[in-house]
């Protein structure tokens, strides 16, 4: 279907309904008064309906006008749009990144940053990965990802400090665990253990504390959680995740020699040298994000 009308066509009209008049739209558009004039009767007679009228000095939309008007706008900003994306694809950005977030970190660390990069960037879109144990460290030495929140270092893997996650053993306030006044690590190993599944492919990893007679094994800290307020067993939790439920009927185990520990996070990028320009961008937000946020205390 060839179409009757043209962005440019639309533009004009816009202007004019913007200026108020026609003289001022020309201005705006750097065109001369008769341009504009003829746009708008061209416009008109290709559709078969009167668009705009002068009243006074003023030119003012019919209802006709104003209702084709408020669609074309839709129209005119999505061409807007395409041209900006033409324009950063052009210079190289990745149309998709691919960032691996350790299942240690606040998602909020990662999400406020991608909250400024897309305000700057509408031609890439961004995948999150949550990765654990040796699936971070997958993400980074086979190069599935273009940015990877990691917990330890990896070797020959230049990274930066992001964060710092402490931890914490809950139960729920109904589990015979909170009737211990300082439970020790015997306490415990009598008692359900709530675990993270390593999610890696190729190997199993275990990190931390695991001698308890019997483990519930879950895929993150939210099924946890819940596993935890069900009064199933206690769980070792990041603080932030503590922090973000506030659940009153859950309680911090004050644990005989271990009531908590701390995890650092790095940042990495795992492609190197090859690391495209959006990448960077976004990992350049992260760092200066890392270096405005106050590290997380639990008491």
Excluded at 54 to 82: F, H, P, Y
Excluded at 265 to 278: E, F, M, N
Aim: glycine share 4%; with cysteine.
């Amino acid at each position: 279907m060839k179409l009757k009308t043209t962005l440019e066509q639309w533009q004009t009209l816009l202007e004019i309904d913007k200026a108020g008049s026609i003289q001022a739209a020309a201005l705006t558009l750097n065109k001369s008064h008769t341009t504009l004039i003829y746009a708008v009767k061209k416009l008109e007679s290709q559709l078969d309906l009167p668009l705009l009228r002068i009243e006074g000095r003023r030119a003012v939309l019919t209802d006709q006008g104003k209702s084709l008007l408020r669609r074309a706008n839709a129209m005119l900003e999505q061409a807007k749009t395409l041209e900006e994306l033409s324009t950063q694809v052009a210079s190289g950005l990745e149309s998709e990144l691919v960032v691996a977030i350790d299942h240690l970190c606040d998602r909020r660390w990662l999400f406020q940053p991608m909250q400024a990069f897309f305000t700057e960037n509408s031609a890439t879109s961004i995948r999150v990965v949550e990765t654990s144990l040796s699936k971070t460290t997958q993400m980074v030495v086979e190069e599935q990802a273009d940015i990877s929140i990691i917990n330890l270092p990896i070797k020959d893997y230049p990274s930066e400090t992001f964060a710092l996650v402490k931890l914490y053993p809950v139960v729920a306030k109904q589990h015979p665990l909170a009737l211990v006044s300082s439970p020790t690590t015997a306490d415990l190993a009598i008692n359900r253990q709530i675990v993270i599944r390593d999610l890696g492919e190729k190997s199993q990893q275990d990190v931390g504390w695991l001698k308890s007679n019997q483990r519930i094994t879950v895929e993150n800290f939210d099924h946890a959680w819940q596993a935890v307020t069900e009064g199933l067993g206690y769980c070792r939790m990041p603080h932030h995740v503590i922090e973000r439920y506030q659940d009153p009927d859950v309680m911090v185990l004050n644990l005989e020699h271990a009531h908590s520990y701390q995890v650092p996070l790095h940042l990495t990028l795992p492609k190197g040298v090859k690391t495209g320009p959006a990448a960077k961008h976004l990992y350049q937000l992260l760092l200066a994000s890392a270096a405005d946020r106050d590290g997380p205390v639990f008491t």
